[in-house]
């Protein structure tokens, strides 16, 4: 079973930055894919980044391309979202989750199968 623990929120101010961390055990993550979602209050949950455990590949939605970076440390088993330049709009709780989404559900919430218990991020202006 995987396990999935967010860190690294907080409260900051407009054009600040935070980075976010997904800390993952459990079973092998090759070939899954890890992706970075917010929620924020009333608002539906929503793609935000995305990267492959085994390979390069990685995507952002494009509110945050250019500001959001997603990156990987295999050996410890973390997957880091860097937000610079955040805005009041990127306020929302921050979700990492993991599976096996095709290419084209690879956005979808219900393409991940595990979930973390998501991370807190307020961006004061």
């Known amino acids: 079973q995987v396990l999935l623990v967010e860190s690294g929120g907080g409260l900051v101010e407009v054009g600040g930055s935070l980075r976010l961390s997904c800390a993952a055990s459990?079973?092998?993550?090759?070939?899954?894919?890890i992706g970075w979602f917010r929620q924020a209050p009333g608002k539906e949950r929503e793609f935000v980044a995305g990267?492959?455990?085994?390979?390069?590949?990685?995507d952002y939605a494009d509110s945050v391309k250019g500001r959001f970076t997603v990156s990987r440390d295999n050996a410890k088993n973390v997957v880091y979202l860097q937000m610079s330049n955040l805005k009041a709009e990127d306020t929302a709780v921050y979700y990492c989750?993991?599976?096996?989404?095709?290419?084209?559900?690879?956005?979808?919430?219900?393409?991940?199968?595990?979930w973390g218990q998501g991370t807190q991020v307020t961006v004061s202006s």
């Open positions: 459990g079973r092998a993550f090759n070939y899954r894919y």
């Open positions: 990267i492959m455990w085994s390979s390069p590949y990685s």
């Open positions: 989750a993991t599976g096996r989404p095709s290419y084209s559900n690879s956005r979808a919430v219900g393409s991940f199968d595990t």
